[in-house]
């Protein structure tokens, strides 16, 4: 019965990714990828590991257990609550648990390291580590009300890696058999039905879209150029870039639209955010000062503080993120 259930979703996980990526360009970039992620790594867990592999008996396939998964689905989780479209390399770090538990389950499977009780407790570490995951992404859902859909497979499978965990650390054998094989199994199986459904009742659902929250605008084609030609000349003309309490929603109102359609406007035709719209003209503000008689005896903070900035470590962090290097090294390969 176990061997039908991995076989049904094993094809199943397969038939979502490709739908998926017929629909790629409807969603936003990361949330696509780290979704894909999440149901690739089910694929693989389904295929199973120990005695419960399809493809070969009593394998070792530690690579294909369940802390993949609950890191992508931690990260999509995480990606889901946020407007940042663009995958940050120090959330590479979330790797990391599962790079060290293939590490432990790797040793532990050598003749030479098999009594070693010091893996035994970093696994242990690692297993709470993922359970830690699992739990902050539920509480992350229902923090944000975002992607409530997931509740149906983070909660079960939550419940059945702690029963698992805890038969593993009060009894030797398991008396009612595998929860982490047959209910996570099951768990994971009812995730590509029920993703499967909802593709095709409601396809925009399943997935954050790059432009769903904005599906009931009014703003044409014409007023949106207007907006954009006027806020071009907030910042041109009236430097209003330069006021560092500079908000949403003063903007919104200077140009006689909502904050939703300033939202609009920035993230789906000018595809970038408010913050880092102010920052554009702050750091070529910045630059131009530099050149200019007035500012030779400013530092380099007291430059910003005038162009907008608020602090040094913001200034900085966002300097390096357009140029590529630091405002000292930017200034040094000037001279």
Known sequence: MLTIIQFIAILQGIFLVFVLFQRKQSYKKTNFWLFIGCLVSAILFALGDDDYNLLVSDSKWIFFHEPLMITFFFLFVRYSNTERDEFAKADLLFFLPYLLFLLVEFLSSLDSFEEYIILELIEGLLEFSFLGMLLYSIYDVFKSQKEKWLLAFLIPFAIVFIVDELLLLF?????????????????????????????????????????????????????????????????LEKQWFKNPKLNANEVADQLGISRQQLSEILNVHLETRFQDYLNHYRVEAFIKCLDQEDYKNYTLLGIATEVGFRSKSSFNATFKKWKGMTPSQYKKSKN
């Open 171 to 235: 009894l030797e054998d398991k008396p009612f058999g595998d929860p982490d094989s047959y209910g996570a199994f099951l768990i994971t199986l009812f995730l590509f039905y029920f993703i499967t459904y909802r593709l095709v009742t409601a396809p925009k659902g399943i997935l954050t879209s790059a432009n769903q929250k904005y599906r009931l605008s009014n703003l044409s084609k014409s007023a949106v150029q207007s907006k954009i030609d006027q806020l071009d000349r907030l910042m």
